[in-house]
């Protein structure tokens, strides 16, 4: 039995930090850190187009801090961000509820994005994208995406043991 009583404190503590880490973290109020990858994987280089959309219609751009990592100033702008990053292999989404913390843009947040889009409004991220204000996407429409994601991908996950996650 006090195996399990370590582990179950060991896990209160994992929560607690995890939970903590928001008002702990040295980052700025109104930033939201991106890591971006492009559909293989590699991490986005300088030169790509980073930005984004506020709940209200209101335009950003994210500037490069590192290979793989863009900071976004969200100074006045109204969650959630829809966020798109543009290269010469096309275009990705992302989303995020708050308008502090990190984020991604890669091709899975992209298919989850789209799919829960889809579900939600019959619509696309590309076509919210050219809207002057975007849908607003619910946690429970985000993790209906990602649901719908998982269940599609459930035999390579299981057979090549990788996991989907998204930052919401």
Known sequence: ???LRWNLLIAAAVV???IATPVLSKEKPNQ?????SFVDGTPAPRGIDVEFHDAAGAAGTCDFKKVGSFLCDTTGKTAPLLLMSSSSGGLLFGYS???TGTANIN???DFALNQALQAAFGTSALDQWELSSPRV???PSLASGL???NRMLLKPMVEYKFTTSLAL
């Open 107 to 109: 091709g899975l947040t």
């Open 97 to 99: 509820l708050t308008l």
């Open 147 to 149: 649901a719908a994601t």
């Open 16 to 18: 607690a930090v995890s």
């Open 32 to 36: 939201i850190t991106l890591t971006v």
């Open 1 to 3: 039995m006090k195996p």
């Open 137 to 139: 996407l619910t946690l």
